[in-house]
């Protein structure tokens, strides 16, 4: 009874939103003769393009979408700092790297050998960057995530510079481009359904962890263990998501953000929305890539980044207005300035 | 009942707690007074396991905090530290599950939302339920706080300097129901204070701490005195007796005057002037020729001063001759 009372209007639409998008993203695609009605004629081809490329494709948006949007959450949470994300904490260039060492020492792997290597690379940077962090007591909460772009900056840097040195800097070029396109590689993308579902049974750790050391220490949690546990979960998605579909900016940052301005920072509450939030974000960004230049394709990640930037800055902006009104400081415009940097 | 053993703890070179040993009685609230510094914080916060213990031990009930897991401890024990840095939108309502933590894992059984409602209602947060916490004013927001730690009940409740930015009617609201919780549910409270006067009114038992060290530790009555305060905080304080109640003035003395002066309009400031001056005189040794001179100069320039009739100037002169001879 609860969970149907706790289904409110906010939801539905998103749900249904959802829904019409994952039917739109369905019927989407350069072969044009596939549609309702020769689905319900039960025509072979059309029926093959659904099952062989269309629908891994629209859950590979789904999955890394949702994952992403989960990874950014908790990692705003672990660092008490609503400007962070996967890509802001160097989890995602430290994926890349592993990645591409994977490919150049491995030659061509299972997508789940490369998540591996992605895997562990993710988790030593980040594991690094939050010590290092930590340590340093930085009071002005967007210096963190300026100091996490660096970071990143440097951590790809090393990527390009291995890469150069073995020439293989097309594949990097390759690689380092988010695009739903790569089909061969989308397996991997259902790895991160099992860093979601952790962080699913462990969301209340999550938002209590998100109220500071001491509160989560009063409230009997081990607080290193589930920053380790969180930071394993973020690891684990930015690898699988950057294996299978490469680097999908702002995701991680303005999912969360939104979501937690309508439903809180209780993660317990708010994950179900925040995933079907990202998913439908990104299933946009990409029924727009794939319509721009028709029957080609843009790269997702430019349209991430052009539509994201835009909503983010009018998000900043918006909260700005907001924090004046009630006569609070919630964004600085020195945030803001910092956001519009990525 | 919780026995804290020889703890020594220091962050470097720095001794912040030296040797400290403490009970604390059942079903009573304890005030840790003292300046900056003095390791009162670190006290508390040793006392209920935020940090870890170095040297020495703490006992819950005979068992060392060690042993005992932190789940376990985290229904024993609350802490609440100052929560007006805790920038987290969670409504009140949500605020008060997490403190189910500990007995339910993030799972509310019926025992659970019964906890809570209690919790809420106790606290009289009821309206503002569905409000997000960073949307409260202080007050409400320090009482959304203590509802939660309500609702994890525990025997046992540290809190750290909880009238931090609250005005005085929240920090005497605050205090009311902090009495109000060891009274109607029994239980035993140690609480931080910066305002000697609060503790003064609502503690059952003082500790003192300088240094590191307890110096002095007792019932209100006895540790609310001239001396154990003025060697606490190194300052002059002084002490008036008020409806049975002892109020601290601790600011400067021209302040302290000037209440004098009000005083003296019902004839009691007098009085309290000529205490001092004999208080003086009693732990400085003076010749009696300056003691007079010293009285007298005093009274005279007292007496200028707020233009008194002279034969009340001849009554002091005799009461101090009176006095003379006594001493």
């Keep these: 009874m609860d969970y149907i009372k706790s289904i409110n209007f906010k939801r539905l639409i998103i749900i249904s939103l959802f829904v019409i998008l994952v039917i739109a993203s369905m019927l989407i695609g350069a072969l044009e003769s596939v549609t309702v009605k020769s689905l319900f004629q039960g025509d072979q081809t059309s029926w093959m393009v659904i099952w062989s490329s269309r629908l891994p494709r629209t859950l590979a948006v789904i999955l890394s979408a949702a994952g992403l949007s989960v990874a950014g959450l908790i990692m705003q949470a672990i660092s008490r700092n609503k400007f962070m994300s996967p890509s802001t ?26 998540t591996i290597f992605g895997f562990f690379f993710a988790l030593i940077a980040t594991l690094l960057f939050t010590s290092v962090i930590n340590r340093m007591k930085i009071r002005e909460v967007v210096y963190v995530p300026l100091i996490g772009m660096m970071y990143g900056g440097l951590i790809s840097a090393i990527t390009t510079l291995i890469c150069y040195h073995f020439d293989a800097m097309q594949l990097f070029a390759a690689i380092n481009q988010g695009s739903f396109a790569r089909i061969g590689s989308f397996a991997t993308v259902y790895i991160i359904i099992v860093p979601v579902v952790l962080a699913m049974f462990y969301a209340a750790r999550f938002s209590i962890i998100g109220l500071g050391e001491d509160f989560s220490k009063n409230l009997g949690l081990n607080y290193n263990r589930v920053v380790f546990l969180g930071l394993v979960i973020i690891a684990l998605i930015s690898a699988a998501s950057y294996t299978a ?11 969360p953000n939104m ?84 | ?97 997490f403190g189910r933590f500990p007995h339910c894992g993030g799972r509310l059984k019926q025992v659970d939302k019964d906890k809570i409602e209690e919790s809420i209602n106790f606290m009289d947060l009821d309206d503002i339920r569905d409000k997000y916490i960073d949307e409260l004013s202080g007050g409400q927001r320090q009482r959304a706080f203590i509802a939660m730690i309500l609702a994890q009940d525990t025997r046992y409740i540290f809190l750290d300097e909880p009238l931090n930015n609250l005005d005085i009617k929240y920090s005497v609201e605050m205090m009311k129901i902090i009495k109000r919780l060891v009274r109607d549910l029994n239980k035993t409270i140690i609480i931080v204070l910066h305002d000697i006067n609060f503790a003064a009114a ?43 109640r002892r109020i601290c003035l601790y600011y400067g003395s021209r302040k302290f005057h000037k209440s004098e002066k009000m005083l003296d309009k019902r004839g009691m400031g007098r009085q309290i002037h000529m205490q001092k001056c004999l ?49």
């Design chain 2, 1 to 97: 009942m919780i026995e804290i053993r020889n703890i020594v703890q220091s962050y470097g070179r720095n001794r912040v707690l030296d040797d400290v040993s403490l009970t604390i009685e059942d079903r009573s609230i304890t005030a840790l007074i003292g300046a900056n510094g003095a390791g009162k914080s670190t006290l508390l916060g040793v006392a209920s396991r935020l940090l870890p213990v170095i040297s020495g031990c703490v006992l819950l009930d005979g068992i060392d905090l060690r042993d005992i897991k932190t789940r376990e401890i985290a229904k024993a024990i609350a802490v609440l530290k100052q929560t007006q840095s805790i920038a987290v939108r969670v409504t009140v309502s949500e605020l008060v599950e």
């Design chain 2, 279 to 327: 208080h003086h005189f009693s732990k400085h040794e003076v010749s009696k020729a300056k003691m007079k001179k010293v009285l007298e100069h005093h009274l005279s320039a007292y007496m200028h001063k707020h233009k008194k009739h002279d034969y009340i100037n001849k009554m002091e002169q005799r009461e101090i001759r009176t006095r003379e001879h006594v001493h």
């Design chain 1, 259 to 342: 979501t937690t301005t309508f439903y809180g920072d209780n993660i317990k509450k708010s994950m179900l929305d925040l995933m079907f939030f990202g998913a439908d974000f990104v299933l946009i960004c990409d029924i727009i890539s794939r319509l721009v230049i028709f029957p080609f394709e843009m790269s997702v990640s430019l349209t991430i980044s052009v539509i994201g930037g835009i909503v983010f800055m009018g998000y900043v902006i918006a909260t700005m207005r907001k924090g004046k009104y009630r006569g609070k400081k919630s964004v600085t415009p020195s945030t803001a300035k910092a956001s519009g940097e990525e």
């Design chain 1, 245 to 255: 579909v490469g680097p999908l900016p702002f995701v991680g940052l303005i999912i």
């Design chain 2, 202 to 244: 609502y503690a059952d038992y003082i500790v003192a701490m300088k240094d590191g060290k307890i110096t002095n530790r007792g019932r209100v009555k006895d540790m609310v005195t001239c001396d154990v305060l003025n060697n606490v905080f190194d300052h002059k304080f002084n002490i008036i007796e008020h409806h049975g």
């Design chain 1, 89 to 114: 904490a160097g989890a995602s260039d430290a994926a890349g790297l592993g990645i591409m060492i994977a490919y150049i020492a491995l030659n061509t792997q299972e997508g789940i050998i490369k």
